[in-house]
């Protein structure tokens, strides 16, 4: 009943910048945390970035610093801007949201499909 869609993965080289966003649609109240996770080829998925509806946010220590993300509640929209990225930031970056389920009538933890991003020269 709630879709995640993310856009803004791609190839860049070390030091560049993306920007991912992630629109959820569907049957939602609400929307408490959004976040980024990423998973890397043999890892575990990660934390990358997460913000509550107070606008809260929290980051990895990894990409504290380069990193920022920003959430716009009136289009149910998370963004990652991604600047100085590193080779290390090279995974399937998926998103996530933990909302209101109007059609269910409680609280549920959504995925999206995941977007490629590749950071290499």
């Known amino acids: 009943q709630v879709q995640l869609v993310e856009s803004g993965g791609g190839l860049v080289q070390p030091g560049g910048s993306l920007r991912l966003s992630c629109a959820a649609s569907g049957s939602i109240f609400s929307i408490n945390v959004m976040g980024w996770y990423r998973q890397a080829p043999g890892k575990q998925r990660e934390l990358v970035a997460a913000?509550?509806?107070?606008?809260?946010?929290n980051y990895a220590d990894s990409v504290k610093g380069r990193f920022t993300i920003s959430r716009d509640d009136a289009r149910n929209t998370v963004y990652l801007q991604m600047n100085s990225l590193k080779p290390e930031d090279t995974a399937v970056y998926y998103c996530?949201?933990?909302?209101?389920?109007?059609?269910?009538?409680?609280?549920?933890?959504?995925w999206g499909q995941g977007t490629q991003v590749t950071v290499s020269s």
């Open positions: 996530n949201a933990d909302l209101f389920d109007s059609y269910y009538g409680t609280l549920r933890d959504y």
């Open positions: 913000i509550t509806s107070g606008g809260s946010t």
